[in-house]
């Protein structure tokens, strides 16, 4: 009998320490293919399948906070439908997203616009496009601002959002995944007036703090952005693909970016013209900048900064990217690779955080369960796919060793009692 609790304990004991040995393979479900393969955009869990129609009349209905999923091709218009209230402020996104790599003219993109059901345009920008050869994730929205004046769409009821192809694709007949979402930002309270817009700021940005980068894993797109705050970022990345990141920016504060590559170490001679790209888009998947610079193998780095966020950005700011600022909540960084660069190159992604946080404006509702808050930043450091490992498998890694060492106890219990008292009622 011994003997047997002996051998017990010793398997409990072996498979623990199997579990804990660093390097311990965990069950990961998800994939980011094949090894030196650059990750394609992963959708939103439990995205509701959609597709958008060529009729006005037929366009299928975005409800407000799901994200959905359909595609898009060369000369594609597609129509879908929102109901907005009387009171807040709509904001309907679309995110193309081409697998890496894919070419593209240079004036490829999409067009998005918001306009009543009688056609009257709500709003409408420029198309967003790749600006090179090859694709990237891109994204835009169009809005419905409410305002006291007699602007058009302040009424409630349905209203026509669409999504266009821009430019002239004709390299196949292919069509590219796309992500819509509709977020409605709650108006401000009756009489309350308007936030002013900050007049002057600094552009120089933070000095960068000391001590060595954290290591970090950035995400496929907005779904899987890994969370950074203020200070220096390590990541790797492959050529031809985006790696996203997510901060929180408060009312107030500015936001300074620098994305470093470090020297290539391939033997291979080359030169990309936008080989390092750093974009930023808002809490509503807004794009706010989007900057570029050349790559031939030795170090290189892009800048960005940004306006203080503030509510009043959004009707006097000067530019886009000044307009773009207007909400507190998550930014989302957009880093790439062009696919000429031969191998993985070092990234370092510096984050800085400027100004004091102010209050917010006199919502009418919870902004921030509508999405457009900071919530939890949650973790913010550390390797963002040994960080998912540990969540998916720390249940029952923990199951297993609570179960081992209550057997350990048991079995070492028992082999301390006479047998007399095991037998007993």
Known sequence: MSRTVDAAVAAAAALICVLLLPGTAVADPFTDGAPGEASSYRPAEGAVPVTGTESSADGPRLERSKIY??????????YYRVRLDETSNAFVSTVLAPPPGTKSGILDGIQVAL???????CSSGPAVYFGGDTTRPVADYA???????????????????TVAWAGQRTSGAAKWPIELTYMAEPGLKPGAAEPQ???????????????????????????????VDDGAWRD?????????????????????L??????????????????LRLALYNTARGRVSDK??????????????????AYANRFAGESEAESAMRFEGWYYIQVTLDPKVPDNVPLTLDVGLRGKTQPGPPYDGDAAAAGFGLGDTGPASGDADTMRAIGIGGIGLGTVLVLGLGTWQLLGSRRSRPMGRLLRP
């Open 115 to 121: 306009t009543s059901a009688d056609g009257t345009p």
């Open 143 to 161: 809005s419905r601002r409410i305002s006291d004046d007699s602007t058009a769409c302040q009424q409630a009821g349905d209203y026509l959002y």
């Open 236 to 256: 790797d990345i492959r050529p031809g693909e985006s790696r996203f990141y997510k901060v929180p920016v408060a009312w107030g504060q500015q936001l300074f």
């Open 292 to 309: 570029s610079t050349g790559y031939t193998g030795a170090p290189a780095g892009v800048d960005l900064g940004t306006a203080p966020t």
């Open 69 to 78: 999923s359909d595609t898009i091709g060369p000369g594609q218009k597609k």
């Open 258 to 275: 620098r994305a470093q590559l470090a020297n290539a170490t391939s033997d291979d001679s080359f030169f990309a013209v936008n080989g």
């Open 197 to 227: 817009a900050p007049t002057t700021w600094s552009s120089k940005a933070p000095s960068p703090g000391e001590g060595s980068p954290q290591k970090v894993s950035g995400g496929t797109g907005f779904n899987d952005a890994a969370a």
